[in-house]
């Protein structure tokens, strides 16, 4: 049988998806980052495979993009009854028990209308995560998204440091972006004097 039926299994695998943010939050320091995103998606893999032995990434990129997109289509019907004046009591009511649990997307409205295509017309209510796919099985079902952008270079993490996700998000996203601003490298960098050259004075 197959386990993403089972409700125990999929509200499980729903919460890990949740607990890892660089895979569907787009302002995470690791959203864009390739290592990263691998350790994480291997995160899941591990839960997976206690049911699925045979299962590997992209079997998890799979069940993300299916639940993302079915998430999608019951949001955009609500959006669609609440847009045409429907009563309250006729307003759609999702059919998918899940869709409660995936709820957490919808942080994500204001993160992607810089990126949406949507026109500014449209209602605020609209959500626009229907426009900004996240794993490659959406991406073959919608438009381009982040997940098959070309990835920026970055040195990769340990699976143990990535075990700390804030710790590994410090490393990419944190204060070395800052240093190379304010010193012009990755560290400052020394005078240059020529030999024999006396050292430079400073007015007080």
């Known amino acids: 049988m197959n386990p993403f039926k089972e409700e125990e299994f999929l509200s499980n695998f729903i919460d890990l998806y949740q607990e890892r943010r ?3 939050k787009v302002k995470h320091p690791l959203y864009f980052i390739k290592y990263a995103r691998k350790a994480t998606l291997g995160r899941l893999l591990e839960f997976v495979k206690t049911r699925v032995p045979q299962a590997d990434i992209k079997l998890v990129e799979n069940k993300i993009g299916i639940l993302r997109n079915m998430y999608r289509r019951e949001h955009k019907k609500i959006q669609d009854s609440l847009k045409s ?14 869709y409660p649990k995936l ?8 993160a992607r209308q810089s990126l949406s295509t949507l026109p500014s017309s449209l209602p605020s209510t609209l959500s626009s995560t229907s426009t900004l796919p996240s794993t490659p099985a959406e991406a073959s079902q919608e438009e381009p998204g982040p997940f098959i952008l070309d990835e920026v270079d970055a040195p990769s993490c340990s699976q143990d440091e990535l075990s700390q996700e804030e710790g590994c998000a ?3 996203g944190g204060g070395g972006h800052a240093q190379r601003q304010a010193g012009g ?15 430079p004075h400073y007015h007080q």
Do not use: C, I
Not at 103 to 110: A, M, V, W
Not at 188 to 198: D, E, L, N, W, Y
């Open 22 to 24: 660089n895979l569907w």
């Open 103 to 110: 709820r957490f997307l919808d942080d994500q409205t204001e």
């Open 185 to 199: 490298g990755w560290a400052q960098q020394k005078p240059h004097r020529m030999p024999g050259a006396s050292p």
């Open 170 to 172: 410090q490393l990419y």
């Open 85 to 98: 004046g429907a009563a309250a009591d006729k307003v759609y009511v999702p059919k998918l028990w899940y």
